[in-house]
T-cell receptor
Framework: GAGVSQSPSNKVTEKGKDVELRCDPI?????LYWYRQSLGQGLEFLIY????????KSGLPSDRFSAERTGGSVSTLTIQRTQQEDSAVYLC?????????????FGSGTQLSVL | KNEVEQSPQNLTAQEGEFITINCSYS?????LHWLQQHPGGGIVSLFM???GKKKHGRLIATINIQEKHSSLHITASHPRDSAVYIC???????????FGEGTQLTVNP
């Protein structure tokens, strides 16, 4: 596709339910990042995938959060037993490589609301 | 103290003014990104730089590695420049980006 695609754009769920958020990076991009932006707060790193290397999960806030990247392309971020504090915009970004000065391309995000 | 700090948090300017947004960081970095977040929420990467200066149209980004400081300048500002500008430091260890809190810029006609 032309850009990074995220789905759904909006998700409303009940506390305690599991949710899956999807990210389709730009074709050929080997690096994929997940970030979170809570209301009134800045962006927060969650997890990073680079090719076939083990992901950097150091930003995941709890073990309820997990992410996969299948076939080096599409990624899903799963939040189990959602809590109200999980409400945020979840952003995905990709870049061609993991080089430090590689340009990042962001998706439009998934607005998650946990009631 | 945040590892990446921006100033000012809010900035209101008149069309045509020269604008400067500052970013200071305390971690060792391999690169620094400037991002623009539009009112609708979309984020665009403006610059990534590891030394010196970059220019794109009316936007200029500079970085001083020794002083751990970067600036984003907008010349001849325009209302369409109104957005949140975020700096993000890519640490030399690992892959994470550490973000500043953002600067809300409003340019009035």
């Amino acid at each position: 596709g032309a850009g990074v695609s995220q789905s759904p754009s909006n998700k409303v769920t009940e506390k305690g339910k599991d949710v899956e958020l999807r990210c389709d990076p730009i074709s050929g991009h080997t690096a994929l990042y997940w970030y979170r932006q809570s209301l009134g707060q800045g962006l927060e790193f969650l997890i990073y995938f680079q090719g076939n290397s083990a992901p950097d999960k150091s930003g995941l806030p709890s073990d309820r959060f997990s992410a996969e990247r299948t076939g080096g392309s599409v990624s899903t971020l799963t939040i189990q037993r959602t809590q109200q504090e999980d409400s945020a915009v979840y952003l995905c970004a990709s870049s061609l490589t993991r080089q430090a000065n590689e340009k990042l391309f962001f998706g439009s995000g998934t607005q998650l609301s946990v009631l | 103290k945040n590892e990446v700090e921006q100033s000012p948090q809010n900035l209101t300017a008149q069309e045509g003014e020269f604008i400067t947004i500052n970013c200071s960081y305390s971690v060792g970095i391999s690169a620094l990104h400037w991002l623009q977040q539009h009112p609708g929420g979309g984020i665009v990467s403006l610059f990534m730089l590891s030394s010196g200066k970059k220019k794109h149209g009316r936007l200029i980004a500079t970085i001083n590695i020794q002083e751990k400081h970067s600036s984003l300048h907008i010349t001849a500002s325009h209302p369409r420049d109104s957005a949140v500008y975020i700096c993000a430091a890519k640490e030399t260890s690992g892959s994470r980006l550490t973000f500043g809190e953002g600067t809300q810029l409003t340019v009035n006609p």
